[in-house]
């Protein structure tokens, strides 16, 4: 905020009960339609689930207006041009934010416009919309929005102090000879975690960064198909970056086998399974981004991966494998941890799969997490799952930014590692989070995708 304002204001009656979700938060600066200043503080979990508190101040930078605003998503349906967060009830201090499409770049984070009324369109660049880090945010800032008695400030400092305490543990450990991995298994002992101390790596001088577990990345991508094929490379960056965060997070080594572009072929994902070795304290985690179908005589409900390389190739004529084929042969090899994933179709062979030329409003950053949560996932959890978008005779919708249950995936992940959330992590609430945002995704375009699940996994 340009501003710096230095007092406290009346608590406002929150509209929303406190969120124990993934939450990434923005500063909006702006002049509402009066032409008076206005600040609000965003808190997005996604694009249905977004509060902002408004402050409006005079001309001597005091706050004379609060508001606490519930915004929804609201899809161009006409023209596809634009996504928009609006006030759930329209207000003369509340502006709708809107993201045009075609200033999306991609990897590049997508700026916003806002107006007072999507009918005229009448967009004004905001003075500011900026991401504000958790970890970064202090008493005089949040002061700023919420009164110290507010259960969302107490819920925000509380995160912030883990977050800082987590930082400071791993800073604490760098350049002295120890490594990251030994210090988040420190931290979940700390935690009260089942954790066997003497398998804690001692210090020495040779100790490197990763620990002793390797998480083995495989992803199957169909880049090269016309209708989906944007879609599904977004998937492969924002699961592979997703990834590497984790891993770097963790300290432990990230090794990626990645079959798409002129190398996606039936015979290259078979080449690339044997060539898979895990560990037995590994992680597996794989996923398909692509055309699916199933055969009307197949036995199992999860989909068939169309590995088809042309529109010219027979798709039946061995250019195909199962998920559950693969799901198997993975969990044969014994890591601690397998997770397999699709994102696909599960309908009979010549189904097109559904395209939306406009994008969600995926969260951008997952600075907010916890180690310890996240520790609990990647390193203590033990077992196997599989699960896909759809289920038999459904279809699974994408556009530009991804599919829905690869995207639903990620914001679920975020959720269950949120600094913010004080309920027991488990994969299990992270696909049954995945599979129902993504249904719900799927409702709001026509489109039924229940998905499937199978969980076998200890935490």
Known sequence: MKVRLSFFFMTMA????????????????????????????????????????????????????????????????DNGEYTALCPEEQSDVAPNIVFLWKEYKGDDDIQPVICFDLEEADFNLPESFTEVDLADIDTEY?????????????????????????????????????DIFRTVMTLLAEAGADVDREDIPEITEDSRTEGDVTLHLMTVINTEVNDIGQACERDYFNILNEMKGISKTLGIRLK?????GDAYSRDNVVRTLNSLQPGSDDIVFFIYSGHGFRFDNQTSKYPCFDLTTSQYDDVEDDNYLQM???????????????????????????????????????????????????????????????????????????????????????????KEIN???????????????????????????????????????RQ
């Open 14 to 77: 929150m509209f929303l009960c406190i969120q124990v979700e993934a939450q990434t938060y923005y500063e909006l600066a702006y002049k509402n339609r009066d032409g008076r200043q206005c600040y609000g503080f965003m808190i997005y979990e996604d694009d249905d689930n977004c509060t902002m508190r408004i402050i409006t101040v005079n001309d001597n930078n005091e706050i004379s207006d609060a508001d606490d605003i519930k915004y929804v998503s609201v899809d161009d349906k």
């Open 142 to 178: 949040l002061q700023q929005f919420y009164d110290t008695n507010e259960d969302m400030y107490r819920a925000i400092m509380e995160a912030k102090r883990e977050i800082r305490h987590q930082q400071s543990a791993i800073a604490d450990k760098l350049g002295d000879g120890s």
């Open 256 to 260: 990626t086998y990645a079959v798409m």
């Open 324 to 414: 559950s084929d693969i799901y198997n042969e993975i969990c044969g090899k014994e890591a601690r941890l397998n997770i397999v994933l699709s994102d696909c179709c599960n309908t009979p062979i010549g189904v097109e799969a559904p395209y939306r030329e406009v994008g969600t409003l995926f969260s951008r950053s997952s600075n907010n997490y916890s180690v310890k949560r996240l520790g609990q996932l990647f390193l203590q959890a033990r077992g196997s799952l599989i699960s896909t978008a759809a289920s038999p005779g459904e279809t699974s919708v994408c556009d530009m930014t991804g599919g829905y249950f690869t995207l639903s995936f990620i914001r679920s992940l975020r």
């Open 419 to 457: 600094a913010v959330n004080q309920q027991s992590v488990s994969w299990e609430n992270i696909i049954n989070n995945t599979i129902a945002a993504a249904r719900q995704r799927g409702q709001e375009v026509g489109n039924r995708q229940q998905g499937l699940k199978l969980i076998k996994i």
